[in-house]
């Protein structure tokens, strides 16, 4: 039998949480492929192609032995022949009627399903923990004003809670395409070696996948074809790339020179050995590096698609690696994302100064287009609010404002109260609720 990729011990104890961990076992796998066995017996049963009887006396004495598993596998080379034979020293003569008909894909490819959508509702779960606490944020922080960024310069005033309404959103998103990416992967596959039913009824197919809560594969060869797998891995991609976007933003606004938020720092926490100042966004970076993994192994699940004529097996080492992987890394960068957020500290003092720096050059185009409103050039006002904005910008403790006041093609247009208007924040905010209604929060 082909082992389960694990990592270290300590990477396990560390990163996979218990939930997910234990979905990916050896022991749970072999559990799934037991439970697709005994429900194409009983379909097979129900249909009248083996006895009844059989069908309890397998039930009453079908187990597996992991270890027992192993020894056969390493004579005969096959694991689900090795596990097979394993089952039937438990079951003795009625075991017979055990794989009548299948192929080990059938089992396998049913099997999996079962493990990949158990994963998918794990995941649905933590996601919407990381939903619940993004839009808790996004409401306590709504009017919480800050400077918007584009290119890492300065634009115009946002609130910290649009931001997180930006990612509330996306992550909303996200939990759409997991759940339409376990609708996919959720299929069953009884059909024999080459997809034909030569040797099994379809109706066996349709009544297995009603019992293990899947539905029968369109069209499948010898496997249920890997575009479905790739799927569920490129959904989960792009659910970490979006929380590594997340985490990117905290790095940046954690910056020293920037401090409008910050990680939680526990009382007996450090940040550096050699210097003891330090408060590093640690979480953020392993959000970051940890989604550099996830996106890795989209790559491999698209491979995956293209098997040679109706099967190879090329596709299975990969995920034997990949899909444990994947689900419980993403498991684990949802739990910290959580945590990260909903603990997150909020320096609003800060980002009001930062707002205002170089006298609140963040208001220019309001100031240029209130210009226009009084009848000037857009390009005039343009012109003018810029070398008012640059002279500033090229000055320590340079001011926007006392600039724009003291020049005459300002003053001709603007009166006092006209361009102090122009730097009141609550002008920005003015359809915050148009979107934090679309988001519900």
Request: charged content about 25%.
């Amino acid at each position: 039998m082909e082992r389960l990729y694990c990592p270290p011990r300590t990477l396990i104890e560390r990163y996979t949480l218990p939930a997910m961990g234990n979905l990916w076992t050896d022991q749970y796998k072999l559990q799934t492929w037991l439970q697709v066995e005994i429900a194409v017996c009983e379909a097979q049963a129900e249909l009248g192609y083996i006895p009844k009887e059989a069908v309890e006396e397998i039930k009453a004495k079908a187990k597996f032995d992991p270890k027992r598993v192993l020894e056969i596998e390493a004579e005969v080379k096959h694991d689900v022949i090795a596990f097979l034979t394993n089952v039937n020293e438990y079951v003795g003569d009625a075991g017979r009627y055990i794989h009548l008909g299948m192929t080990s894909s059938d089992m396998l490819d049913t099997a999996l399903a079962l493990q990949i959508t158990a994963s998918a509702d794990v995941l649905l779960e933590q996601l919407e923990q990381a939903i619940t606490v993004t839009r808790e944020r996004a409401r306590e922080h709504k009017y919480t004003v800050m400077a918007g960024r584009s290119h890492g310069i300065h634009a115009e005033p946002i609130t910290f809670g649009f931001k997180l309404a930006g990612w509330l959103a996306e992550l909303l998103r996200g939990r759409d395409r997991l759940v339409q990416a376990r609708k996919q992967v959720a299929v069953g596959k009884i059909s024999g070696a080459v997809g034909t039913y030569a040797n099994i009824d379809p109706q066996v197919e349709a009544k297995t996948c009603e019992l293990l809560g899947l539905v029968p594969d369109t069209a499948s060869t010898q496997v249920v074809s890997r575009d479905r797998h790739a799927d569920y891995v490129s959904a989960l991609a792009i659910v970490t790339a979006s929380l590594e976007r997340f985490a990117v933003e905290i790095r940046n606004l954690q910056r020293t020179d920037v401090l409008e938020v910050e990680e939680f720092f526990s009382k007996k926490q450090k940040g550096s050995s050699a210097m003891p100042h330090k408060r590093n966004p640690i979480k953020s970076e392993r959000i970051s590096g940890m989604a550099r993994v996830v996106r890795g192994y989209s790559i491999a699940a698209l491979e995956n698609i293209a098997l040679w004529h109706e099967r190879d097996i090329s596709h299975s080492s990969v995920e034997r690696m990949m899909l444990p992987d994947i689900s419980a890394t993403t498991h684990f960068m949802l739990s910290e994302y959580t945590k990260l957020v909903k603990n997150l500290l909020i320096y609003p003092d800060n980002m009001l100064r930062n707002l205002n720096c170089y006298g609140g050059v963040v208001f220019s185009q309001r100031v240029m287009l209130t210009m226009v409103e009084k009848g000037m050039a857009r390009e005039d006002a343009y012109r003018i609010v810029q070398r008012c904005a640059h002279e500033a910008w090229n000055k320590e403790g340079g001011d926007f404002k006392g600039l724009l006041k003291q020049d005459a093609d300002v003053t001709s247009t603007l009166s006092d109260e006209d361009l102090e208007a122009c730097f009141e924040a609550k002008h920005h905010l003015r359809n915050l609720d148009t979107i934090f209604n679309r988001l519900d929060i």
